[in-house]
């Protein structure tokens, strides 16, 4: 099993970037792709990003692909998401999730693919 906290919102005009931190803890990290998804406001969760166990592959929602960057560092148990050029519509709760799969699966971006979920991080975009 593994715990995940997130940390690293807070408040950005347009334009501006973040940088998201899930930090993990129990053994072997390395053993769980992981996601970012986020939720905002009577919306339903919705994928970011991926990216597998030892971080040669990663996966962009088209909305923030070009924009945001998906990283891990399995020496630190901690996987960020650097987020540029922050629009109002990116403005949700961020949630950091694991996967414990060890195969990878083509359905990566949807809710129940993933095992462990952090409380989230409030990410705000001001116009």
């Known amino acids: 099993q593994v715990q995940l906290v997130e940390s690293g919102g807070g408040l950005v005009q347009a334009g501006g970037s973040l940088r998201l ?16 998804f986020r939720q905002a406001p009577g919306k339903e969760h919705e ?19 070009g924009r945001f960057t ?13 987020m540029d050029s922050l629009k109002p519509e990116d403005t949700a709760v961020y949630y950091c999730a694991a996967d414990r799969s060890i195969a990878h699966s083509a359905t990566y971006y949807k809710e129940n693919e993933y095992d ?5 991080t409030q990410v705000t975009v001001s116009s």
């Open 21 to 36: 931190s899930c930090a993990a803890s129990g053994r072997a990290f390395n053993n769980y792709a992981m996601g970012w």
């Open 47 to 65: 994928f970011v990003a991926r990216i597998s166990r030892l971080g040669g592959t990663t996966y962009y929602a088209d909305s923030v692909k």
């Open 70 to 82: 998906i990283s891990r560092d399995n020496a630190k148990n901690t996987v960020f998401l650097h």
């Open 116 to 120: 462990f979920w952090g409380q989230g």
